[in-house]
């Protein structure tokens, strides 16, 4: 399956780190949210901020 890009012009994560994250919880890969402040999970769902150009994959859980 292939990553969903960030739509406007800057990426708040630099490519090559946003390639390698995956989801904490189920493994599977992480898309921008809609806003470009945040990561979602393509399988289960679970939302991660992003803050200061920096992914916080702490599951809520």
């Known amino acids: ?3 969903k ?3 406007s012009g800057e990426e708040p994560i630099p490519k ?3 390639d390698i ?3 904490p919880l189920c493994k599977a ?3 921008y949210t809609n806003d470009g402040k945040g990561l979602v ?3 289960c769902g679970e939302k991660y901020p992003i803050n200061d150009g920096i992914p916080v ?3 809520k859980k």
């Open 1 to 3: 399956m292939r990553k």
């Open 21 to 23: 994250l995956a989801c």
């Open 16 to 18: 090559e780190l946003f």
């Open 41 to 43: 999970c393509s399988g």
């Open 29 to 31: 890969d992480l898309e």
């Open 57 to 59: 994959l702490m599951p």
């Open 5 to 7: 890009e960030q739509k």
